[in-house]
């Protein structure tokens, strides 16, 4: 059973283009979540998802950032315009459903640089 | 709000040693509480978690970790560690029928020969 699969791996961009970071969450998982992980800090929670619905994105910025995970196909995090603040690592998670008693099991992140 | 702190940036031991990485939490509900462990470059993995039940709770890779309801922690143990036990190490909470993982800092763990 493959893991969580997140591409690409690395991702450079300069100020103002998009970046697309891709998500595929384990075979069975219907529940989505991305999380940020800043230089020198700890994870921070951006956005949670399932098939065609958006459950809880309290952690997404207010601008440039979106998330969706349509009924077929992997999860898309979509950052418009990128900003040197927005490198970071960006992991994707998933569990079978809701996370409460469920671990989530993670992706192996994008490392995004922006230049 | 809930959180999560791990008061120690960094924790050295000898291999062989016994090894202790602390998690304080604070929340308004019952806490489900689980470990990770990231080495450079790599994702997550988890490693235990404590939801209901014996409040020893082991993991893998000879991990344990005792959740303690009055002093709101759950510390990560290991009774004799190993060089390549030596990564970064998360403790994370999640609120009863909640969603979000709210993490920890995260604590280096370093393990000398």
């Known amino acids: 059973n493959a893991g969580v699969m997140q591409n690409p791996r690395h991702l450079v961009r300069r100020r103002g283009q998009e970046a697309r970071l891709r998500c595929s969450p384990m075979k069975g998982h219907s529940h989505v979540y991305w999380y940020r992980q800043l230089p020198e800090e700890g994870l921070k929670f951006m956005v949670y998802l399932q098939k065609e619905n958006i459950i809880d994105e309290s952690g997404m910025p207010k601008e440039r950032f979106s998330a969706e995970f349509p009924k077929e196909g992997p999860s898309i995090l979509r950052i418009q315009q990128v900003v040197r603040g927005d490198s970071a690592a960006y992991f994707c998670?998933?569990?079978?459903?809701?996370?409460?008693?469920?671990?989530?099991?993670f992706g192996p992140g994008t490392r995004l640089t922006v230049t | 709000a809930q959180s999560v702190a791990q008061p120690e940036d960094q924790v050295n031991v000898a291999e062989g040693n016994p090894l202790t990485v602390k998690c304080t939490y604070s929340v308004s509900g019952n806490p489900y509480l689980f470990w990770y462990v990231q080495y450079p470059n790599r994702g997550l993995q988890f490693l235990l978690k404590?939801?209901?039940?014996?409040?020893l709770v082991k993991g893998s890779y000879g991990f344990e970790a005792e959740f303690n309801k009055s002093q709101t922690s759950f510390h990560l143990k290991k009774p004799s560690a190993l060089v390549s036990d030596s990564a970064l190490y998360f403790c994370a909470c999640l609120v009863e029928y909640g969603n979000k993982l709210v993490f920890g800092a995260g604590t280096i763990l370093r393990v000398k020969s």
């Open positions: 404590y939801i209901t039940g014996d409040n």
């Open positions: 998670a998933s569990s079978p459903w809701d996370g409460g008693r469920y671990e989530q099991y």
